[in-house]
């Protein structure tokens, strides 16, 4: 059987597990590449570093030219994080003749025209199925498996770790603090989790998505988002009595020809098959106009789930297919892109609303005086009554009916205006 030389850049979590499929599962791996791949070299920045496995001699090295200069290695997984020296290690890979597989989201949200134009000019491909949702393979059945659709809409839980805290919060009580320890403690969550956290890492991963699924060129940064860092223990609990479960959603939707797209803590309808996605699971829904909708989900954290993507790629790479869907699909090409974003103030939706206000007359009704004027209508109202301790204040829910971002900003700037009102209001969007 033909022997293939292969190689790694960066052995963290998800590059040793690739290294033990590589190392352990040969001949798993060689029955499904018809050669079998030979890990080469592995190159890290510290050497030093405690490895928890354990490689050939003279395998590891903190030389990447090793890599680039030796022509016998033709496919590299790129499994260092961030945008530098990320970014610089891919170009000279690319230069040094390999094709590459990384599970890198936020160099390809940052620099993927940059890169994919130079992969291109080089007769090089670029494979980054572990970019988006972990374990989940949903970049190849996006632009794979439903290429004959046209995609109208993506609801996607594409972050893991806020998955996992929010239902160690719902469903244990644990405080936010303690929940994102345990994310931590599991490997979930980096040392500093505020790119998961507060939306960053999904609006990454959507980015890649929209511009996959609808041809949208849109910078990460751009996409309105909001992280579960702010949440409050209470919504969980509101949300529950409404009949609904706060997930932080990623949504990508056409609308009039204009691309929606936010990243959210959104009440989600119980017993809907995103509402139900719980612990470091990841779950997309993607309607097609001939498929109709189709869901995926799969474990979006952890070592060897992604690592199984990082795997698939290289063996599409070293066989062939990965270079043809790379041709074919002309990924952040220089086209014009086939759709715009929507601006966020017009894109419309449903609302919960959460007041802080004096237990006092008339209050509901100015509230509602003002969500009118703004031509907002209310679908359902729930007041609990003062708590002891609450000095008179009490929390006052409200469900809209449909309305744009745009008027219910508006609407909440005023109201929180009012002189009844203890705190600033809460919104979310509600998915039904």
């Not at 050939?56 to 990447?64: F, K, Q, R, T, V």
Request: net charge neutral.
């Amino acid at each position: 059987m033909q022997n293939t030389k292969v190689a790694i850049v960066g052995l963290g979590t998800v590059g040793t597990g690739v290294a033990r499929l590589l190392v352990e599962h040969g001949d798993r791996i060689a029955r499904h590449a018809g050669r079998k791949l030979v890990l080469e070299h592995v190159a890290v920045n510290d050497l030093k570093k405690p490895r928890d496995i354990k490689l050939p001699s003279g395998m590891l090295s903190a030389d990447i030219k090793r890599i680039t200069s030796d022509p016998e290695i033709s496919v590299v997984a790129l499994l260092v994080g961030g945008l530098e020296p990320a970014r610089s290690i891919m170009l000279a890979l690319l230069d040094g003749g390999k094709d590459v597989v990384t599970a890198n989201k936020a160099l390809l949200a940052a620099h993927g025209p940059e890169l994919f134009d130079r992969a291109r000019e080089l007769g090089r491909s670029i494979a980054f199925e572990a970019s988006v949702a972990g374990g989940i393979p949903i970049i190849a059945n996006i632009s794979q498996c439903l290429s004959a659709n046209e995609i109208q809409s993506i609801h996607a839980i594409l972050n893991g770790t806020s998955n996992y805290i929010l239902t160690q919060i719902e469903a244990h009580g644990t405080s936010y603090a303690d929940a994102v320890r345990a994310a931590q403690g599991l490997g979930y969550a980096e040392a500093d989790p505020t790119m998961d956290v507060d939306g960053s890492d999904a609006a990454q991963k959507l980015a890649i998505l929209a511009h996959l699924a609808f041809g949208a060129r849109v910078d990460w940064n751009d996409i309105p988002r909001q992280g579960i860092d702010t949440l409050d223990l209470a919504d969980l609990r509101y949300a529950k009595e409404l009949g609904y479960r706060i997930k932080l959603l990623a949504v990508a939707q056409l609308a009039d020809g204009e691309l929606e797209l936010h990243v959210s803590p959104t009440l989600v309808k119980l017993g809907s098959p995103l509402a139900e996605v719980r612990g470091a699971y990841n779950a997309i829904s993607v309607v097609g106009d001939a498929v109709g909708r189709v869901f995926f989900s799969g474990l979006g954290a952890g070592q060897m789930p992604t690592a199984s993507a990082v795997v698939a790629d290289i063996i599409d790479t070293v066989v062939g297919r990965s270079a043809i869907t790379f041709r074919t699909l002309e990924l952040w090409s220089k086209h014009i892109a086939r759709v715009t974003a929507r601006d966020y103030g017009r894109v419309a939706g449903r609302y919960y609303l959460r007041f802080s206000v004096a237990d006092q007359p008339s209050v509901l009704a100015e509230i509602a005086g003002v969500l009118g004027k703004q031509n907002i209508s209310i679908a359902s109202v729930i007041q609990h009554e003062a708590e002891e301790g609450s000095q008179g204040v009490v929390p006052l829910m409200i469900m809209t009916h449909n309305t744009t971002e745009g008027a219910m900003g508006r609407a909440i700037e005023a109201i929180d205006r009012l002189a009844f009102m203890r705190g600033p209001s809460i919104r979310m969007r509600v998915r039904d």
